[in-house]
Structures are given as structure tokens and as C-alpha cells.
């Protein structure tokens, strides 16, 4: 495999296992510089050395990789904003009460049906000077202001951390978050919220003037909402105002990549400008501007785009073909590739861990690498056929090389992938060229309506079609279960094919056969140990109680009728059926009384019915009953008491204080997450 023997691969690789080493293993700032500091040293020594000795030159390879890992576990730690003592980590000890905050927005997220959220850094806290990045949410009224990038805010309101997840295999959010820097969110009144007149002027704040100019350009000219919000992911980068239908749609007929930002609208940027500038000499000044103009073009581009980790990727990417573009040099994709991952992870180490980062580098290094392959199956006579056949291999390979990890992440694929790019792509160049050209107007409001109307109506056009195609229901997989090892070997099968059938051998056979063994012992091992697994699960479910009772892969639900006619639905559910590989066998009623692996369970709702009579091992309390836990004692003590998220709060403390006085450990869902008996 070719790819593997670039120098730049190797370092690479070493580099992001260093970045993940340091996200799980965490290691002082002063040992992981000095170990940098000592790796460098010994790199230099060993370079010295190799220059009349070839024998050191092995030992000065492995010297160049070692310090690729120290490098990403520095680069990693060096990022941590928690090393800072003005962290409001460390400034806030108290959680019960509100904070006196200032603050400045970074970002606008997609808000919630109840507050406005934001992306915000901490400058201070009750006046003492402060740090770090949290989520901002504004409790929504009517005529609520939106607020913009750059604004400085003085709040009141509390601060929560960021919590585990309180289900099981539930979407890790604060880990998720905490990836990014964010520890925490602040949750305040608008009546608490104070603006500054004067606002952060930073390079973001410009570009977020620019967006809002050319979007209320727009709109003053009865530009539809509704389209007028997929421009602006389109084109602008900005998907927090789009509908939840719509961004189903996209998602629903594999198109969601459409919605972001990335290489093809880069590229289009890149020779827009090129074609803009075909009037300057060919001359070695005139290349050199040329040049500088398309990087700073694309540059902007970006950043108006608001510099996400897709579009960063594509950014850098593309300036490297700029610079051999105009240079005349031939650019290695591959090395284009690496060189960019490595800048971007150098700056950026936790956009490793991004989704959307992940899965951009995965589909264009497929598209790079078995593209090829597959376009060499045919070759068509006619421009147009060779066009849509490009469509076709392009698409097939970005999906091949997506697909476990689109399974791992969301457990769904869209099956008619193949005929939204065919009947998309085209139609979207002509969208892009329309779009830029418009909202380049608008920025300098000039809003001409003939080609604004194009505009909406292609836009509507695109989601009618992407519409269409999304009702297909039966082509859409969803809820398919998959384990990190299962995708991990299955990439494993992918790569050895395809390095297979570029080059058949028996040799390389060899390995796609052991890989299929690989697949097979994964996919087995995780069907042996579902079968063997049996656990009671009480779920925290607001207002509601939840229960599971699982043998195998067969579960059993506890609850009352409002979840259980939509248990196979429920959102709190769904994910531990798929990550465990489970189906639900039979749905119950809640009644008093239940027994578990030898353990007997009471449960006491609102009614306050129980058999006294009955020594229970766990007692569950749901729905606030109104009963004196002293008084139960003393005539038996449970094991535990679980206590689900049905309950009033004030009922909750009154418990925890008596099972405290009795010492009889206490499980709140609310506050420790759901409650597991194994």
C-alpha cells in the first residue's frame, strides 16, 4: 500500500495517538514539556549522528515517531483551559446560588423550545476576573432579541455543570462538550440579561455583521423564511435556524451533507476567483497575486462561514492546491491531505473528536483512494455520461467509507443516497453560482429581484426534491446496532478489499479472509455476551416511571400507558435497546410487586398501597406517594432505595435525609442517573 510508505502518514498517525492518549490518560503540564523538550533533544542528537553513521538512521525514525506522540499529548494538555487558576471551575464553589456574571457571545446555537442558547466566554464572575468558554441560555419570551456574535452581557443567573449522561447510552452531551472547552452552562431570565454598548470587535464579530447584513438584506426584500434559512447553511455556514423537518429530509435521503459547508463549496470559491482574476499576466508577479487573492478569498470564505471543522478542513486543503496551482507544481493529494490534519490538529487537537471532522477526512480519502477503482469499471464515450458516471463512483466510494461509522454514530443510512447526489449535484452548482453571486449583492445592498427569486425558488426547488425523496420510507435502515469493535473491523474488511482488488495476491486474500474471521468473531462476541447479559434498569424519565427488566435480548417494560403504547419509540428508551441489541419482549403495567435475580422489588406509587408484610431488597418510590419512610423502617430496611424522577423534589430531599439518618443508601435518579441491578 503506497499510501503508508509517505513519511508524513507515519507522523501523522503517531501524532493523533498522541491527541488520544492525552484526551483519556491525563498527564502533568511539566512532565509532558520536559518528556517534548528531552524527545527533541535526543531527535537532534540522533540527526547528527545519523548524517555519518547510516546505522543510526533506524534509531533516529523511531526518535522522529516518539516525539510525534509526546508532541499530540502536549499539544493536547497545552490546550487545556482548566490549567488556568481564573477558570470559572475555580472561581465558582457555590451552585445553589445565582452568579453575577459578565460575559462575551462566540456563537449562536440552535435554540430549544424554551430558551435561546449561545456559545459565550466568562470574563468575570461576581467581579473577580474569570475565563473559560459555557453555553448561554436565555429563557425565551415574546419579542425575545436575538443577540449578536460579539456581544458583551452582564447576567444574573446559575451555573450548572455539565452532567453524565442520566440514562443508559444516552448521547454523552457533556463530554461532548467538555471536548470543546465548555464545562458548564448558565442558565438566566431576560430580565437578568444587561447589553453592553460596546462589543467584542474580533475577526468572528465582522464576519457575523457581514451574515446578518446580507440575511436582513434579504429578508427586507420578502425573501422566504423558510428557503432563506437553507441559503444560509448553504452558503453562509449558519444551519441553527432550519427547520427540524427540513434537516430530517436532508438527513433522510443522504444529503445532509448539502447543509455543510465543505470542499465543493471551497472548491467552487476557489475557481469563481480563479475565473474573476484569468484577466492578470501569466507573469511570475501576476501568478504570485493570483494566488495570494484566491487564499485570502477562500480564507474569508471560511471564516464568514464561521470556521466549523469541516470547513476549516476545507479551507486548508484547498490552499495547498491554490499555492501548487499557481505555483504550476503538481500537488500530492495524500500529502495534502496529512499536511492539513496535521495544521489543523496542531491548533485545533479536540476537532479530532468531532463528528463531522471524523467523517469529512474518512469520505475524502475514500473518494482519493477507491474512487479511482470504481471509475475504471467503465468508461463512458460521452462527456455527459462520464459526468453523472463521476457522480456515481464518487458518491458510491464517500458512502463506502462512511458507512460504519454513519452506523456507529447515528444507526440509520439512507438508502437512496445514490439518486439524491445524482439528481442534487448538478442542480446544486447552479445553486452555489446563484447563491454567492446573490449574496455578494446583498452585501453591498444591492438586492436585485429577478435573480433573488431564482434564488428562492431553486432553494425550493432543492427541499421539494430532497422532500420527495426522503418519503420513501422503506429505503431509510434505521435503528441498526453497532459496536466500536464491530466498526472497527469492519474498516479493517473494507481496507483489505479494496487493497486487495487493487492489486489482487494470494497474500492480500489472505487478509480479506481474516478480516471477514475478524468481523465474524466481533459480531458473535457481541451476540454472546447480549445473550448471557440480564439487568433491571429504573430509568430517569421526567414525570414518568420507567422500568426494564432484560434476559438476553429479550426486555421486558415496566410502566403506565401514556409510554408504554409508544415504548419502541421513546427517546429515552430507544437508545439502550439499539446499543444492547435488544428487542422489547412484553410491556407491564407497574404493579407493587416484582422479583429479579433472587432480589424481590416493592414499588410504592401515589396510591401508597404496599403490603406491609413484605420484606422487599429495593424499595422504588414513583409518582410522590405520601408515605413516612421512618415509619417503614421500623418494621423492615430495604437493601436501597431508588427514587425515579417522578417525584417531587421537595418529597426527594425529606427521603434522602431520613435513609441518611437510618444509613440506608439512596438512589435518586434525578440527581445520580438511573439505577442498575445486575
Not at 434476559?551 to 417494560?557: D, H, T, Y
Request: glycine share 4%.
Amino acid at each position: 500500500m503506497k499510501v503508508l510508505q509517505f513519511p508524513l502518514v507515519k507522523i501523522t498517525i503517531f501524532f493523533v495517538a498522541g491527541i488520544v492518549f492525552a484526551q483519556f490518560y491525563k498527564i502533568d503540564f511539566i512532565i509532558s514539556i520536559v518528556a517534548l523538550i528531552s524527545s527533541l533533544f535526543s531527535l537532534i542528537i540522533s540527526y547528527v549522528y545519523s548524517l555519518k553513521n547510516s546505522f543510526k538512521k533506524s534509531y533516529f525514525g523511531i526518535l522522529v515517531l516518539i516525539t510525534s506522540i509526546l508532541l499530540g499529548n502536549f499539544t493536547v494538555i497545552s490546550k487545556d483551559e482548566t490549567r488556568n487558576p481564573n477558570h470559572y471551575l475555580h472561581k465558582i464553589t457555590d451552585y445553589e446560588k445565582p452568579h453575577i456574571s459578565e460575559i462575551t457571545i462566540v456563537e449562536k446555537l440552535r435554540s430549544s423550545k424554551s430558551n435561546d442558547r449561545y456559545v459565550a466566554t466568562i470574563c468575570t464572575i461576581d467581579k473577580d476576573v474569570s475565563s473559560g468558554k459555557i453555553i448561554l441560555n436565555i429563557k425565551k419570551s415574546l419579542n425575545s432579541p436575538l443577540f449578536d456574535i460579539g456581544n458583551n452581557l452582564k447576567i444574573n443567573g446559575k451555573f450548572y455543570k455539565n452532567r453524565v449522561p442520566n440514562n443508559p447510552n444516552q448521547f454523552d452531551y457533556g463530554n461532548y462538550l467538555e471536548v470543546k472547552q465548555i464545562y458548564g452552562q448558565f442558565y438566566c431570565e431576560l430580565d437578568n440579561v444587561k447589553i453592553a454598548t460596546k462589543s467584542d470587535e474580533s475577526l468572528s464579530y465582522y464576519a457575523s455583521k457581514i451574515r446578518n447584513k446580507i440575511i436582513r438584506n434579504l429578508r427586507k426584500n420578502k425573501f422566504n423564511e423558510r428557503e432563506l434559512n437553507v441559503v444560509a447553511a448553504l452558503i453562509l455556514g449558519q444551519q441553527q435556524d432550519i427547520s427540524q423537518d427540513i434537516m430530517q429530509d436532508y438527513q433522510y435521503a443522504g444529503a445532509i451533507h448539502v447543509l455543510s459547508v465543505s470542499g465543493l463549496h471551497v472548491g467552487f470559491i476557489l475557481l469563481f476567483v480563479s475565473l474573476l482574476l484569468k484577466p492578470l499576466p501569466n507573469s511570475k508577479k501576476g501568478l504570485f497575486l493570483k494566488m495570494a487573492l484566491v487564499i485570502i478569498s477562500i480564507w474569508l470564505f471560511g471564516i464568514l462561514a464561521g470556521l466549523a471543522p469541516c470547513v476549516l478542513r476545507s479551507v486548508t486543503m484547498f490552499t495547498f492546491v491554490a499555492v501548487g496551482m499557481f505555483l504550476r507544481r503538481s500537488i500530492n493529494i495524500y500529502h495534502t491531505l496529512l499536511v492539513s490534519i496535521l495544521l489543523i490538529l496542531l491548533f485545533e487537537p479536540s476537532f479530532l473528536f468531532d463528528i463531522g471532522f471524523q467523517l469529512s477526512y474518512v469520505a475524502l480519502f475514500f473518494i482519493v483512494w477507491f474512487q479511482p477503482v470504481l471509475s475504471s469499471i467503465w468508461s463512458p464515450k460521452y462527456k455527459i455520461t462520464s459526468y453523472f458516471w463521476d457522480i456515481v463512483t464518487v458518491s458510491i466510494a464517500a458512502q463506502i467509507g462512511t458507512f460504519p461509522m454513519c452506523i456507529y454514530y447515528f444507526h440509520q443510512f439512507a438508502g437512496l443516497f445514490l439518486v439524491t447526489n445524482l439528481v442534487i449535484l448538478p442542480f446544486l452548482t447552479v445553486i452555489l453560482a446563484l447563491g454567492v453571486l446573490v449574496l455578494l449583492l446583498a452585501a453591498f445592498n444591492i438586492v436585485w429581484l429577478p435573480m433573488m427569486k431564482l434564488l428562492e425558488w431553486s432553494i425550493w426547488l432543492l427541499n421539494n426534491i430532497i422532500s420527495w425523496v426522503a418519503s420513501f420510507d422503506g429505503f431509510i435502515l434505521k435503528e441498526i446496532p453497532l459496536s466500536k469493535y464491530m466498526m472497527i473491523s469492519l474498516y479493517i474488511l473494507l481496507i483489505s478489499f479494496i487493497v486487495w482488488l487493487k492489486k489482487p495476491s494470494f497474500k492480500k486474500l489472505i487478509f480479506v479472509l481474516s478480516a471477514i474471521v475478524v468481523v465474524q468473531f466481533f459480531f458473535f462476541q457481541t451476540l454472546y455476551s447480549t445473550h448471557k447479559k440480564q439487568e433491571l434498569i429504573v430509568f430517569n424519565k421526567a414525570k414518568n416511571t420507567l422500568i426494564t427488566a432484560r434476559s438476553g435480548n429479550q426486555v421486558v417494560v415496566i410502566s403506565n400507558d401514556s409510554i408504554l403504547t409508544q415504548s419502541n419509540q421513546d427517546i429515552v428508551l430507544k437508545p439502550y435497546l439499539i446499543a444492547n441489541f435488544c428487542k422489547i419482549n412484553s410491556k407491564k403495567q407497574i404493579s407493587n410487586l416484582y422479583y429479579f435475580k433472587n432480589k424481590k422489588i416493592l414499588i410504592i406509587d401515589s396510591t401508597a398501597v404496599y403490603l406491609s408484610n413484605k420484606r422487599p431488597d429495593i424499595l422504588i418510590l414513583s409518582h410522590s406517594p405520601k408515605v413516612s419512610l421512618e415509619r417503614i423502617f421500623k418494621s423492615w430496611k430495604p437493601e436501597i432505595v431508588v427514587v425515579d424522577a417522578s417525584n417531587f423534589k421537595s418529597y426527594i430531599k425529606i427521603w434522602k435525609q431520613t435513609c441518611a439518618k437510618e444509613k440506608i443508601p439512596f438512589h435518586a435518579t434525578a440527581e445520580k442517573g438511573f439505577y442498575k441491578l445486575d
